[in-house]
């Protein structure tokens, strides 16, 4: 009955929590089949906290024994919504920004995208705009560094990122 409804579905809201349970309540299921097909439709998808990290293809934060793991082994897998990314939020409030450079070195492949409290990424293709009042960081092993750390950018709203390119758009 549920993944009926996703059929005529134009958009999908995550609230937050947990992590591991959305992935688990969906991951490999026809719902989570249908939640690809309202994007590959044209709809959205949308999330905050639990919600919006959940939406990367790599999952931060899934250790079902607690939140302070990054990288928790089996639970890894996000439900891929965004390719190539890592999300992770309440990110300059709760200091986390240490937590995701570690991602990103460890994976260099994956940009990092901390999302702060009261902001969002609007996706569409592979653009990426930032709304509301705090900013967005966006973290790349693959650029070379400028302080001799993960290179990253902070984004306030407005700002636009092209994911696939890896670089600001003016």
């Not at 509301?132 to 902070?154: Q, S």
Request: net charge positive; hydrophobic share 40%.
């Amino acid at each position: 009955a549920f993944v009926a409804q996703l059929k005529d579905a134009g958009g999908i809201w995550f609230t937050g929590g947990r992590q591991w349970r959305f992935v688990d309540a969906y991951a490999g299921t026809k719902t989570e089949a249908a939640m690809h097909a309202v994007l590959a439709r044209g709809g959205a998808i949308g999330g905050t906290s639990a919600g919006a990290s959940i939406q990367a293809d790599y999952m931060v934060r899934g250790d079902p024994l607690g939140n302070t793991v990054m990288m928790a082994e089996g639970y890894e897998r996000g439900l891929g919504f965004l390719q190539g990314v890592a999300i992770d939020q309440h990110f300059t409030q709760r200091k986390r920004q240490p937590d995701l450079e570690l991602v990103t070195s460890r994976f260099p492949q994956l940009l990092g995208i901390g999302l702060d409290e009261g902001t969002a990424i609007i996706v569409r293709g592979s653009i990426a705009e930032v709304v509301g009042k705090n900013r967005v960081t966006i973290y790349d092993a693959m650029r070379p560094p400028r302080t001799g750390a993960v290179d990253h950018e902070a984004l306030t709203a407005g700002c636009r990122y092209n994911l696939n390119k890896r670089h600001k758009v003016e």
